[in-house]
C-alpha cells in the first residue's frame, strides 16, 4: 500500500477586526492630545497645566519614575500620574545578538497578551522595530506571527510606549556602544499597521509631534510596512504625515502571492502597486517595496525581470520606489527555506539592470527570533 502524501494545514483566514468583548487598556497621555490631557485633569479636579509637565517627563526627558518629577507637587504626584501615566506592559524577557546591539524584548500587556519590540544600533543609527497588535490576522503562511494568528489590537499608547522605552534605553546607554539617540521607528514587528489603523496614525503623530505633545522623531526616519490594505493606503496619503510606507509584496504575480500574502485575494497586485505609486505621487515619498526570498518559490530571475516591469508599468518609471530583497528568515516547522546565494544575488542584479534601485536587506537577530517574519511573542517557561 503506497503512503499518502502528507496533508498541508488548511490556510488560515483573513481577519481585519480584533475579536470582541476585549477589555481596554489603561487611558495613558501618549492616547490623547494636549488639550485632551488638560481637560481630563481639569475633570479630575486637578490642575491643568499639570498635563504638560507630565508630557514633557515622559516624551520630553524620558523619565519614568515618578520620584524624579520633582517639579509635580509630592501631594499630588500619584493622582497625577495614575491619570495620565499608568503602567502599560511590563518587560518580561530580553535577549541580545550582535554584540549586544540588536536587543528584543518581550512585552506583557495588562490582559496578559504577548508582543515583542526589537531595538537596533547601527554605526550611523538606531531604530526600533515596534508591534501594532497582539498576533495578526492577515495569515502569511511563511511568517511566525501571521501563523499566531489575530489577539487584539494595541492602543496607540502601547504602540508609541515601545518607542519611547527603546529611546530611554538608548539616552540612557543600556544599549551597547553607550549613550545615544533612538533615531527611526519601522512598523514591521507584529500585526497588520493598517489593520489597526486608527492607533498606528495616532501612534505616527504621537512619535512626530514635538515634546510636551510628542517624541519629537522626524516623520521621515518613520515607514509603515503594510501587506496591501488597499483603502488604507490610499486615507494614509492624505494623512498629512510624510512617513515611508513599505509595501511588502513577495512576489510579483497574482497567482503565486495569492498563496503568499492572502490579502492578495482581494487586492490584486495592480490594485496594490497601483495604491503604492499613488501615495508616492500624493507624498513625494519614495516607497519601499519588502520582498522576502524564498528558495524555488519567488527567487527565480524571471520573477525579478516581471517585478521590475510591474513596478514601472503605466509610464510610472522607476523612481518612485526601492526594492528591498530579504533573506528569508526561516521560521521552526515551516516548509519555506531560505533562497541561495546565488539566486539572492542574481534576483537583485536582473533588477537593478532594468533601473530598479534595490537594496539586499541587513537582517539582524535571527539566531534570537528576532527577525523580520520571526515575532512569535513566545511565552516565558
Known amino acids: ?102 536587543v528584543k524584548t518581550l512585552w506583557k500587556l495588562f ?6 519590540s526589537v531595538l537596533m544600533r547601527y554605526k550611523d543609527r538606531a531604530t526600533i522595530c515596534i508591534s501594532s497588535q497582539a498576533g495578526c490576522g492577515m495569515a502569511c503562511p511563511f511568517c511566525a506571527t501571521g501563523q499566531g494568528g489575530l489577539q487584539r489590537n494595541m492602543s496607540t499608547a502601547e504602540i ?18 553607550g549613550p545615544g539617540r533612538l533615531s527611526n521607528v519601522v512598523f514591521m514587528g507584529m500585526g ?20 510636551p505633545s510628542g517624541l519629537g522623531l522626524s516623520a521621515r526616519h518613520v515607514t509603515v510596512s503594510t501587506v496591501g490594505l488597499v483603502p488604507r493606503m490610499r486615507q494614509l496619503a ?20 495569492n498563496d503568499l500574502v492572502p490579502i492578495n485575494t482581494r487586492f490584486s497586485v495592480a490594485e496594490t502597486v497601483d495604491a503604492a505609486y499613488e501615495y508616492f505621487s500624493k507624498t513625494g515619498r519614495r516607497v519601499s517595496i519588502e520582498y522576502a526570498l524564498m528558495r524555488d518559490i519567488n527567487d527565480q530571475g ?38 541561495r546565494e546565488d539566486d539572492m544575488d542574481e534576483f537583485v542584479r536582473r533588477l537593478e539592470a ?9 537582517t539582524r537577530g535571527s539566531e534570537i527570533d528576532a527577525a523580520c517574519g520571526q515575532l512569535a511573542a513566545a511565552p516565558v517557561g
Do not use: C
Request: glycine content about 8%; aromatic content about 4%; charged content about 25%.
Open 238 to 257: 492624505d494623512e498629512g504625515i510624510p512617513v515611508t510606507l513599505a509595501l511588502s509584496l513577495h512576489a510579483p504575480d497574482d497567482e503565486l502571492r
Open 111 to 116: 490582559d496578559g497578551s504577548l508582543v515583542e
Open 1 to 102: 500500500m503506497s503512503e499518502q502524501p502528507a496533508a498541508q494545514p488548511r490556510p488560515l483566514p483573513l481577519v481585519f477586526t480584533e475579536p470582541r468583548g476585549r477589555k481596554k487598556p489603561p487611558r495613558h497621555l501618549a492616547d490623547l492630545s494636549e488639550a485632551e490631557r488638560k481637560d481630563l485633569l481639569v475633570e479630575m479636579g486637578l490642575p491643568g497645566f499639570r498635563a504638560k509637565q507630565l508630557g514633557m517627563h515622559y516624551f520630553g526627558r524620558l523619565v519614568h519614575d515618578p520620584a524624579e518629577m520633582t517639579d509635580l507637587p509630592a501631594a499630588q504626584r500619584a493622582e497625577l500620574v495614575g491619570a495620565l501615566l499608568p503602567d502599560l506592559m511590563d518587560p518580561i524577557r530580553q535577549q541580545s545578538a550582535d554584540k549586544g546591539k540588536t
Open 160 to 177: 508609541v510606549h515601545q518607542v519611547v522605552v527603546g529611546a530611554r534605553a538608548m539616552a540612557s546607554g543600556d544599549v551597547e556602544g
Open 354 to 362: 532594468k533601473g530598479i534601485a534595490a537594496t539586499m536587506r541587513d
Open 302 to 339: 524571471w520573477r525579478a525581470d516581471l517585478l521590475a516591469d510591474v513596478l514601472s508599468a503605466d509610464g510610472r518609471g522607476t523612481g518612485w520606489v526601492h526594492v528591498n530583497p530579504i533573506p528569508l528568515n526561516e521560521v521552526p516547522g515551516s516548509q519555506f527555506t531560505r533562497s
Open 192 to 211: 497588520e499597521p493598517l489593520a489597526n489603523y486608527k492607533a498606528t496614525v495616532g501612534a505616527v503623530r504621537r512619535l512626530t509631534e514635538p515634546a
